[in-house]
């Protein structure tokens, strides 16, 4: 009888700590597509100046994308995607 409760204890304690024990680490930030990240950078480009033309807005975020590719302290994936 003894055994069985201390047994129990042990199980208990064991399925209530695994939770605790779980990896809480934040996910990696999804990988956007360069489509995913030209939208974005037209729709922060717009919001902050609304008087360019979209053509305007194109070439100020291809700029932008270029400068982020060729940056070196962006990590890369190995299949070449940031």
Do not use: W
Request: glycine share 4%; net charge positive; charged share 20%.
């Amino acid at each position: 009888m003894k055994y069985g409760i201390q047994t129990m204890l042990l199980a208990a304690a064991i399925v209530f700590s695994t939770p605790a024990l779980a990896d809480d680490a934040p996910a990696a930030k999804p990988v956007k597509t360069q489509k995913e990240q030209m939208h974005a950078c037209m729709q922060k480009q717009r919001t902050a100046n609304p008087g360019l033309s979209k053509n305007e807005l194109k070439k100020a975020c291809e700029n932008e994308m270029k400068t982020l590719e060729d940056h070196p302290s962006i990590p890369v994936s190995p299949n070449g995607v940031q």
